[in-house]
């Protein structure tokens, strides 16, 4: 059993290895300004989700206002920025700008949280709806320290910083996210191995047993609520170095749901599950948002439906397959063929959905001729409605079909695991 332990750890740390040294070379394979942009949102978003699953995933707390800790430690960051630029501040090693943002991010954190944790469950999420919607407001109506909708400018090049970086060039703001990301993604990782993350996940799964055996269930929420704002604050100041902007949009409710939606559908219930979601996320926001203008109504049905059909998000998709893995890897071959279905059935009913919305779209456009999946579509054609339509309802039909195979060989294959350990 020991020599098991040994092996697993080994492995963890070797793939960690492997892992961290790609992301290092990651800027040399793709070396493109548009990655480097990409790959930096990525990191900071990251770190965001992460926090924002110690509240959701592991304590329990849904907030609908986490964006205001990002948000703010961004707007003071920038500040500061700010000053060294015009000399009313000596010059600070870019690389402790997070710092700066984790410490606001914390007091923000211990003075709300104070509140908002004396109320679970929906009057908690309502709290914090209600500070994402007075800090949003604060930050249009301040404008002598918010800028309002304009927002906030700074330069992050203040002169040679440590090592004769000067944080110009995207891949030296790369690297400086990247360290930044390792860093706090594991101080989170190994908080949930303490005991406090374990009374986290006691206080989330029975308050009431919590209490029985002699804790104090609020001030384990009131820590766990102050320790996500501060991790939130640290991605906010390496979200303010990235821009080199702040603005509103930082602390509003687009952010904040932004967020929620990252956790949710990488999955809250394995610490992996937020960075899948910020990564995935990322890409298809970055994406679609240069593809259409209804990339909105496409994260929107997206979130439904891993909510509805998979709430255990893509990681927990993923972690299902353990226990084949760990057993008898060879039953994974019963799976492939009604996988290669069903995923046929969802691409097709992917195709036709998306190809009516962008046909409604371009009608709401003026735009008689849509270009889209290589193909040219015009709209006032009542023949390439029906097809679309045709398309879609097979879609449907299809992955009704195909997911009732999907279940029913996964039940096979469930069912000889277990009796393969009983034997």
């Known amino acids: 059993m020991g020599k098991e332990m040994f092996n697993s750890i080994k492995l963890k740390f070797i793939s960690l290895f492997i892992l961290i040294l790609f992301l290092l070379f990651l800027p040399y394979i793709f070396s493109s300004s548009f990655a480097l942009t990409l790959f930096c949102k ?68 211990v003075s709300i949280g104070y509140l908002s944790t004396k109320r679970l469950g929906t009057a908690f999420a309502m709290i914090s709806l209600g500070f994402c919607e007075l800090i949003t407001a604060l930050t249009l109506i301040f404008v002598v320290f918010f800028n309002g909708e304009d927002g906030i400018q ?59 055996i002699g804790y104090n269930v609020r001030k384990i929420r009131w820590i766990a609520f102050s320790l996500s704002a501060t991790f939130a604050g640290a991605a906010g100041s390496l979200h303010a170095i990235n821009y080199e902007h702040i603005g509103f949009e930082s602390v509003s409710l687009v952010q904040s749901g932004m967020v929620l939606f990252m956790a949710y559908i990488g999955g809250i219930g394995n610490f992996l599950g937020p960075i899948l979601g910020a990564i995935s996320l990322t890409y298809l926001d970055t994406m679609l948002s240069d593809v259409t203008e209804a990339w909105v109504l496409y994260y929107g049905v997206i979130f439904v439906l891993v909510i509805a059909f998979a709430p255990q998000g893509i990681s927990g998709i993923i972690l299902m397959h353990s226990p084949i893995l760990r057993n008898n890897p060879a039953l994974l071959k019963k799976l492939i063929t009604p996988y290669s279905i069903f995923l046929v059935s969802i691409l097709l009913l992917t195709i036709g959905f998306t190809s009516i919305v962008e046909l409604i779209h371009s009608i709401k456009s003026n735009h008689e001729t849509l270009k889209f999946f290589w193909l040219s579509f015009n709209n006032k054609n009542i023949l390439i409605w029906l097809a679309l339509g045709l398309i879609m309802t097979s879609g449907v039909i299809a992955s009704r079909k195909s997911f009732g195979l999907v279940k029913e060989k996964w039940n096979e294959v469930m069912e000889e695991i277990k009796l393969s350990l009983i034997k």
């Open 154 to 212: 700074a330069d992050r090049v203040t002169g040679n910083d440590l090592f004769g970086l000067t944080y110009g060039p995207q891949s030296e703001v790369y690297y400086l996210i990247l360290f930044w990301c390792i860093i706090t993604v594991l101080i989170m990782y190994l908080l949930t191995k303490t005991p406090f993350g374990r009374m986290c996940n006691a206080v989330r799964d029975n308050q009431q047993r919590a209490e029985f």
């Open 42 to 109: 990525m990191g900071v978003l990251i770190i965001f989700s992460v926090a924002y699953n110690m509240l959701l995933g592991q304590t329990g707390l849904l907030s609908f206002g986490h964006a205001i800790y990002f948000g703010l430690a961004g707007y003071a960051s920038i500040h500061i920025l700010a000053a060294i630029n015009n000399s009313y501040l000596p010059s600070l090693p870019l690389v402790l700008l997070p710092f700066v943002g984790a410490i606001v991010g914390l007091i923000l954190g």
